[in-house]
């Protein structure tokens, strides 16, 4: 899509509470995502969701680079421009290599991954196309992941499912240039 369903609520449609809302989410160089300023439209979901998704993001017990792997597995699914484009660089900074996020789009079976690796991007595999994890996948994960990781793994999949049908669904616009999906038109 080129072109936003749903505007960005500019600044001047912004109550004071979601002007307040919208600062409390901006970037550390103090501009904000069109993700943020396109659900402000939507305040108590904003607010809600924001505060889920940052505890999967920020404050989750996985750590960050299979988070990332899981997303860009998850976005790549989705085919959402926006998500891949914007966690590229959060999975450079969680210790992805440029090699392992083009691989990504290979999938599990790629040549490359740790049968660990592997055994996460099966999960968000199975996680889309089945709404679930296969038996032996979650065996070993389980090897892996205590109980407390294994609810986040399948919650943050879920999580970054609703992200994209939203960003897709919108036609959210990146904020500049993002990386794009190997393999995939932009």
Same mark, same amino acid.
């Given at each position: 899509?080129?072109?936003?369903?749903?505007?960005?609520?500019?600044?001047?449609?912004?109550?004071?509470?979601?002007?307040?809302?919208?600062?409390?989410?901006?970037?550390?160089?103090?501009?904000?995502?069109?993700?943020?300023? $396109?659900?402000?439209?939507?305040?108590?979901?904003?607010?809600? #969701? @924001?505060?889920?998704?940052? *505890? !999967? /993001?920020? &404050?989750?017990?996985?750590?960050?680079?299979?988070?990332?792997?899981?997303?860009?597995?998850?976005?790549?699914?989705?085919?959402?421009?926006?998500?891949?484009?914007?966690?590229?660089?959060?999975?450079?900074?969680?210790?992805?290599?440029?090699?392992?996020? $083009?691989?990504?789009?290979?999938?599990?079976?790629?040549?490359? #991954? @740790?049968?660990?690796?592997? *055994? !996460? /991007?099966? &999960?968000?595999?199975?996680?889309?196309?089945?709404?679930?994890?296969?038996?032996?996948?979650?065996?070993?994960?389980?090897?892996?992941?205590?109980?407390?990781?294994?609810?986040?793994?399948?919650?943050?999949?879920?999580?970054?499912?609703?992200?994209?049908? $939203?960003?897709?669904?919108?036609?959210?616009?990146?904020?500049?240039?993002?990386?794009?999906?190997?393999?995939?038109?932009?």
């Amino acid at each position: 899509m080129s072109t936003p369903r749903i505007a960005p609520l500019a600044p001047e449609g912004r109550d004071p509470r979601t002007a307040e809302l919208l600062d409390s989410l901006r970037r550390p160089d103090g501009s904000e995502l069109n993700l943020f300023t $396109t659900l402000a439209h939507h305040p108590r979901l904003l607010k809600r #969701w @924001s505060a889920f998704g940052g *505890v !999967l /993001l920020y &404050a989750g017990t996985l750590p960050a680079r299979e988070r990332e792997l899981l997303i860009l597995r998850t976005a790549w699914h989705c085919d959402a421009h926006y998500e891949w484009g914007q966690h590229v660089a959060i999975a450079l900074a969680a210790g992805v290599t440029d090699d392992e996020i $083009t691989r990504v789009a290979s999938g599990p079976h790629a040549p490359g #991954w @740790s049968n660990d690796d592997a *055994v !996460l /991007l099966h &999960a968000a595999d199975e996680l889309h196309a089945d709404a679930r994890i296969s038996d032996a996948t979650w065996a070993a994960l389980g090897e892996r992941f205590d109980q407390a990781q294994l609810i986040e793994l399948c919650m943050l999949v879920g999580q970054y499912h609703l992200v994209a049908f $939203t960003l897709n669904s919108l036609g959210i616009q990146g904020e500049g240039p993002l990386p794009a999906i190997p393999g995939r038109p932009q």
